[in-house]
């Protein structure tokens, strides 16, 4: 399987994708750079491990982009507090991190099983 054949590697390029957008005129690079790489790390290391060899190293990546995920709803929970990112923008981004987020578990589990005897 390719990886821009799946879903929560689509979602999650779209999500990158509009956190770009949302924010291309935030003047606070530090925190513009730090919430883009968070989104960009997602769909970017489920690609990384798709394009590895062997299952270890398949869920390995996609447990980095898991933890990337995490990272942009805590960078996406201060963006909100702070005034940087609107609430309802914010509540629909946490709303896809987590989602995504449950997917990558899912496949986890799944690409762990198969490495099992």
């Given at each position: 399987?390719?990886?821009?054949?799946?879903?929560?590697w689509?979602?999650?390029?779209?999500?990158?994708?509009?956190?770009?957008?949302?924010?291309?005129?935030l003047?606070?690079?530090?925190?513009?750079?730090?919430?883009?790489?968070?989104?960009?790390?997602?769909?970017?290391?489920?690609?990384e491990?798709y394009?590895?060899?062997?299952?270890?190293?398949?869920?390995?990546?996609?447990?980095?982009?898991?933890?990337?995920?995490?990272?942009?709803?805590?960078?996406?929970?201060?963006g909100i507090?702070?005034?940087?990112?609107?609430k309802?923008?914010?509540r629909?981004?946490?709303?896809?991190?987590?989602?995504?987020?449950?997917?990558l578990?899912?496949?986890?589990?799944?690409?762990r099983?198969?490495?099992?005897?």
């Amino acid at each position: 399987m390719r990886f821009e054949d799946l879903e929560v590697w689509k979602r999650s390029a779209r999500l990158s994708a509009e956190i770009y957008k949302t924010l291309a005129e935030l003047r606070d690079f530090g925190y513009r750079d730090q919430i883009t790489r968070a989104g960009l790390s997602i769909p970017s290391n489920i690609a990384e491990g798709y394009e590895r060899d062997g299952n270890k190293e398949i869920a390995n990546f996609l447990n980095y982009a898991k933890g990337s995920a995490g990272e942009l709803r805590t960078q996406t929970y201060i963006g909100i507090e702070i005034g940087y990112i609107p609430k309802d923008t914010g509540r629909k981004w946490l709303t896809e991190a987590e989602e995504i987020s449950r997917m990558l578990h899912a496949l986890i589990k799944t690409i762990r099983t198969r490495t099992k005897p």
